[in-house]
């Protein structure tokens, strides 16, 4: 189309070249109002040329050409920078150009045409275009961007995002597309039960017992039983009702091996109910323990008449247990390796003696506060089996004789030259006779040259036992780890140094000297030095002094740095630094009236040395064991700067006490018991006499 330029007051239009017709002015008509039906129509017509119905595919106006390529007039390109003026408003220009130009120009927000837009008093004058190839010639149609070109439906453009693409009627509702219905999957029931069961394996019994009240499924696993061969209830026994109790063990009866009800006071009542019905279920226990149990003797004899394969039987503290289930036990159980009927107040020896006859392979016998042990028929079979490794027979009427056919049985072959009985040596490992007060001297020589392989002696509470018992003893078990000889008054440092000397000292980890008031530093100085291998020392009520403290830190600085050669000061090395360092001797020091804060310092200052893997815990007077336990709590926490701080400001105060105090109250008492302990100490190094006063000694010359 040839392009229409407007002429009008102030504006100057562009000149024809001379001769040219086509450039007459026209002077148009003011447009006709329309009303009624027309404009409507017209209105409609306007809104289906829209360009942006095209992109919806909305099909266009019958009377829109879309075959080719789309143009509109320069007039709706015309920018607010055109020569012209103001850009022309689309309603004018379908108004204006009618006959003209056919490209679409109104939209939905198009002014109707009472609106004055145009200037009636200017001139339209058609402009022919430049040939082609004349300077300043450009094109005098421009195509209309691409995604405001209408289009066929056949050939829509791609769908924005903004812009939904809507395929048919714009007012039809969209299809609904049904969702595929996923198949349900039963995590839980298609798994199979091995891999449930050892999931559930992972957790503890309590946690078990919780989890069966989920579902039917839950409580058919939590109950199976292959997770229920170690049923063993004392860590939760006050928590677990009876009743669940008692479904586990007939549930899981014959997977069940050992069976440790330890504590279940709550059973007492489903005893009676149901303890047939335990026991026919529970038929393959090999570890069986009722300990601190309630319990009626039917259902005991049931529960041992059931079992044959009993391996370790536990009745400690079990009133209902009398002779004649020792009777059971020694018909129905041929493989009993340990029992224990220790406190079992209805029980005496005559039931021992049969289970020792009817239980060749037993190895442990615990039977503390039991009577009968004069009767020679026991020791004697004892003596004859020789299978048992340790023994217990604490607060028993046991007496030297008894020893003596224990170790040596009836008239046996005495060497000529050294007087010792000869028989095979025994193959005890543990003994313990404490508080058996009619043991002497006599009774204790007997062990000796008969138990090399013993590596646990308790011995506390016999009042007739001497350093004459020991003198032998030790120098013929160089296994033994435990020494236990609290409260025996009449040994004395002399024991100890013979201990310190004996073969057994290097393997020592026990020691229990607690009461034994005529020991001192002599005896306890030879320990620390020698057994290098000490775990925990109990010198309660000794009379030993900070001397012994002081040798004790020194000797596990000494077992440190053989352990983990680190050089001191080597504070970045990895194996002390992420590690917090162990605990590697135990001592007791209750009552002891020569330790005093300044031996408790010395363990403290050792514990925070650099590169410390080894420490000591310390037991002490009340007054000093807040302190020294908040000092080894930082220590273990590796806050080693702090405890150093502790302990300087707790030896700055324990100085300033003692200074305030000098004269005051207590200052003849404090300085009596330094004088005493003085005193002891020459005693010991000069080996004179242990107790009373001593003759003054002079400060006079030499020659004096």
Same mark, same amino acid.
């Given at each position: ?54 992109? =919806? ?40 150009? =009618? ?10 927000? @198009? ?37 405001? &070109?209408? @289009?066929? %439906? ?22 609904? =597309?049904?969702?595929? %219905?996923?198949? !349900? ?60 109790? =008692? ?49 009626? &003797? ?55 003696? %049969? ?92 062990? @000796? ?19 004459? !018992? ?168 590796? &806050? ?36 005493? *302990?003085?005193?002891?100490? *020459? ?22």
């Amino acid at each position: 189309m040839s392009q229409v330029t407007i002429d009008g007051p102030g504006r100057t239009g562009e000149t024809s070249p001379p001769g040219d017709t086509r450039g007459e002015s026209l002077r148009f008509e003011e447009p006709v109002k329309l009303k009624g039906r027309k404009r409507f129509m017209q209105s409609l017509q306007r809104i289906s040329s829209s360009p942006s119905l095209a992109r =919806v595919g909305r099909v266009p106006s019958s009377n829109y050409r879309t075959g080719g390529k789309a143009s509109m007039s320069c007039v709706s390109l015309a920018s607010s920078s055109s020569a012209y003026g103001h850009p022309p408003n689309p309603h004018s220009c379908s108004q204006t150009s =009618v006959g003209f130009s056919t490209a679409p120009t109104s939209a939905v927000t @198009t002014p109707g045409p009472d609106a004055q837009t145009f200037d009636f008093n200017s001139r339209i004058r058609i402009v022919a275009p430049k040939p082609s190839g004349h300077p300043g010639s450009a094109p005098l149609t421009a195509p209309l961007p691409a995604d405001v &070109r209408p @289009t066929s %439906k056949e050939n829509l453009l791609p769908v924005t995002p903004e812009v939904p693409d809507i395929d048919g009627d714009y007012f039809r509702e969209p299809d609904v =597309v049904p969702k595929r %219905k996923e198949r !349900a999957i039963d995590f839980w029931g298609e798994m199979p039960d091995e891999i449930k069961l050892h999931i559930f394996r992972f957790l503890k019994p309590r946690e078990i017992i919780r989890s069966s009240a989920v579902s039917r499924s839950w409580y058919k696993t939590c109950f199976d039983g292959q997770l229920w061969t170690n049923l063993d209830t004392e860590e939760y026994y006050k928590d677990i009702p009876s009743m669940s109790l =008692v479904r586990i063990m007939t549930a899981a009866g014959p997977f069940i091996r050992d069976l440790n009800l330890r504590g279940c006071y709550q059973l007492w009542e489903r005893w009676a109910t149901h303890g047939q019905a335990i026991s026919e279920a529970c038929r393959n226990l090999q570890s069986f323990s009722l300990e601190d149990c309630r319990i009626d &003797r039917t259902s005991v004899h049931l529960m041992l008449l059931q079992n044959e394969r009993l391996v370790h039987i536990n009745f400690c503290r079990v009133q209902a247990i009398n002779n004649s289930a020792m009777k059971i036990i020694a018909d129905a159980c041929p493989q009993l390796e340990s029992l224990n009927v220790s406190w079992c107040l209805h029980l005496d020896t005559k039931g021992l003696h %049969k289970v020792i006859r009817g239980c060749p392979k037993i190895k442990e016998l615990k039977a503390s506060e039991t009577r009968g042990w004069q009767e020679k028929g026991i020791l004697l079979d004892m003596f004859k089996r020789n299978t048992l490794e340790r023994l217990i027979i604490d607060h028993t009427d046991m007496h030297d004789e008894g020893l003596e056919i224990l170790f040596h049985g009836v008239d046996p072959e005495v060497d000529p030259l050294s007087g010792r009985a000869i028989v095979p040596p025994r193959n005890f490992r543990h003994l313990n006779m404490s508080r058996c007060n009619r043991i002497s001297d006599k009774g204790m020589k007997c062990l @000796t040259y008969n138990v090399p392989r013993l590596s646990g002696l308790e011995v506390s509470y016999i009042l007739g036992l001497t350093d004459d !018992a020991f003198r032998l003893l030790f120098d013929e078990t160089p296994l033994l780890t435990h020494l236990d000889m609290e409260e025996i008054d009449d040994i004395s440092n002399s024991t100890l140094q013979t201990l310190a000397q004996s073969p057994c000292a290097a393997n020592l980890q026990h020691l229990n000297v607690s009461y034994c008031e005529n020991i001192g530093d002599v005896g306890m100085l030879s320990i620390m030095k020698n057994c290098t291998g000490l775990r925990n020392v109990v010198m309660d009520n000794t009379r030993i002094s900070d001397l012994v403290l002081a040798e004790a830190a020194s000797r596990v600085r000494l077992r440190d740095q053989q352990q983990s050669p680190v050089p001191r000061g080597d504070l970045n090395s990895d194996s002390h630094n992420d590690k917090p360092p162990d605990v590697a001797l135990h001592l007791e020091v209750y009552d002891c009236q020569n330790v005093t804060w300044t031996g408790i310092r010395e363990i403290m200052s050792r514990n925070t040395e650099p590169s410390r893997s080894l420490i000591i815990n310390l037991k002490c007077f009340y007054g000093y064991q807040q302190t020294f336990d908040e000092h080894r709590k930082r220590v273990l926490g590796g &806050r080693v700067e702090s405890a150093r701080r502790l302990e300087r400001k707790w030896a700055e105060y324990m100085i300033a006490t003692e200074e305030a105090g000098m004269g005051g109250a207590g200052a003849r008492r404090r300085r009596r018991r330094a004088r005493e *302990a003085a005193m002891v100490h *020459a005693d010991e190094e000069e080996g004179g006499p242990r107790g009373g006063r001593r003759r003054a000694r002079s400060g006079g010359c030499v020659v004096m």
